[in-house]
């Protein structure tokens, strides 16, 4: 496989600017000359390695941040916007597409909110929604959207609360009951904690200061909730100081993301950074330990283990997701060049649909995706009873993966051959974005490839990609 030429125009230029520097001044503590590091601004050159050498002396920069950031995560959501039928015949090719998210990232980002407001129009048409006699039928994000995409291009990852959620489990005195730390720490702000027979997970009386558990439910699901209501009871000022920056386009979204950040803060509690990142390199990533050791859940551990991109200590890169029967994305987060489509499912090739038919067990995969970038991928459904008869079973299933080669790190890649092409299974994003030309699973044609039908023969596929 060819090495990838490293573009980071934006980042460079975020460096200088935070450090106040000139071209002139920049280029002289890089050692390289201002017409070169304009070049490289401007996407024109590559990183050299002398420079990125010196961006780690120089300004203490953690040069894995280079290759990150939001371009892979662009040029995926802008071939996945492109293939809406409504640009047929008009899609850019993925190289502009490159030069777009390196160079304009505001550019693409504001046509990904274009389109969004289009589909959202057009949905409300198509379903012959009122929304049309009302005054606030304005093409605004879904609220939901909005917060999953902040989620999404933070990298999945809040800093000031991540290292508040730390401070909070690992400080002096407190231990490594994470349980008993929250259930401390709600006493202390006067919150009662009651436990009772009831379907519902939480309930908290604002009045009485009382905070309704549901008895039924997993102990970890229990510490979970309980951390989340330390949250918005003891780092209100954070999580709206958090919010501010983000700018949230309606009052629902910002609720929902306060919500979104309360979660994570009780996830990075249960399962803090520092003492979560050496367990898991200390036991090669097993889930199971895991989530025995901190009392997680296995969701709640492959979840987390998604997060660990904090500057200077970043775990191994890992993507996310949680799908669920009908093969909807309800959850997705990836670190890796992998990156999943924004609306419908995920490639029926994929290893996490099967997971629906084994309960229980851990199902493992190597594929490869078509820009020919492999990937070890681990699956298993996840049940969530309500903890009585006659109620519903809520049933996911997980994925959690990495590029293979971070293989000897996972527990998971032992016994598997790594080495033999024939061993990666073929998989994709989404079928209108990809070039596949010979995929039996295929649902709609690819928008990128000329289609030749041929009335006198049918194979898989009713039509064959050139």
């Not at 229990?222 to 999580?239: E, I, K, N, P, Y």
């Not at 309360?262 to 090669?284: E, I, S, T, V």
């Not at 969701?299 to 997060?307: F, K, M, P, Y």
Request: charged share 25%; aromatic share 8%; hydrophobic share 40%.
């Amino acid at each position: 496989m060819a090495i990838q030429k490293l573009y980071a125009g934006v980042k460079l230029r975020e460096t200088r600017t935070r450090a106040g520097l000139t071209q002139k001044d920049f280029a002289a503590r890089l050692g390289v000359s201002l017409p070169y590091l304009n070049q490289m601004e401007n996407n024109n050159r590559p990183v050299s390695t002398n420079v990125v050498l010196a961006l780690a002396s120089e300004f203490r920069l953690d040069v894995t941040e280079l290759s990150s950031g939001d371009g892979e995560r662009l040029v995926s959501d802008l071939r996945e916007a492109l293939a809406d039928p409504i640009f047929a015949g008009k899609t850019p090719p993925v190289a502009d597409l490159r030069l777009t998210a390196s160079n304009a990232p505001g550019l693409a980002h504001a046509f990904l909110a274009l389109h969004q407001s289009y589909r959202q129009v057009h949905e409300r048409l198509a379903s012959l929604d009122e929304a049309l006699g009302r005054e606030d039928a304005r093409a605004m994000p879904s609220p939901w959207e909005e917060v999953r995409d902040f989620f999404h291009y933070c990298d999945n990852y809040i800093d000031a609360v991540d290292r508040a959620a730390e401070h909070f489990a690992t400080r002096e005195g407190t231990g490594n009951d994470t349980r008993a730390t929250a259930a401390t720490a709600l006493e202390r702000a006067g919150v009662t904690v009651v436990f009772e027979d009831d379907d519902r997970l939480r309930a908290y009386y604002p009045a009485r200061k009382t905070l309704h558990l549901s008895a039924r439910a997993a102990p970890e699901t229990q510490t979970f909730q309980m951390l989340l209501q330390v949250a918005l009871t003891q780092q209100d000022a954070l999580l709206e100081a958090t919010l501010d920056l983000a700018r949230f386009h309606s009052a629902a979204a910002r609720d929902i993301a306060k919500i979104g950040l309360a979660n994570y803060f009780a996830g990075a509690a249960l399962l803090p950074y520092g003492r979560f990142l050496q367990k898991a390199q200390d036991c090669r990533h097993d889930l199971e330990v895991l989530a025995g050791h901190f009392g997680a859940s296995i969701e709640q551990v492959a979840h987390r283990l998604s997060t660990l991109q904090r500057p200077g200590a970043k775990g191994v890169p890992f993507f996310f997701v949680r799908v669920d029967q009908a093969g909807t994305i309800t959850k997705r987060h990836s670190a890796t060049r992998l990156q999943f489509a924004r609306f419908g499912g995920a490639c029926p090739l994929w290893n996490v649909h099967r997971a629906f038919e084994t309960p229980g067990r851990f199902l493992r995969q190597l594929a490869e995706t078509p820009d020919g970038v492999r990937y070890i991928s681990l699956a298993r459904d996840i049940s969530k009873p309500a903890g009585r008869f006659g109620a519903p079973v809520r049933r996911y299933a997980i994925s959690l993966g990495c590029e293979v080669r971070h293989a000897a790190a996972l527990v998971y890649a032992d016994g598997m051959d790594v080495t033999r092409s024939d061993a990666f299974e073929p998989i994709g994003i989404s079928c209108r974005i990809c070039e596949r030309r010979d995929c039996h699973q295929r649902s709609v044609p690819p928008l990128e490839r000329q289609l030749v039908v041929d009335p006198h023969l049918r194979d898989t596929l009713p039509y064959r990609v050139e």
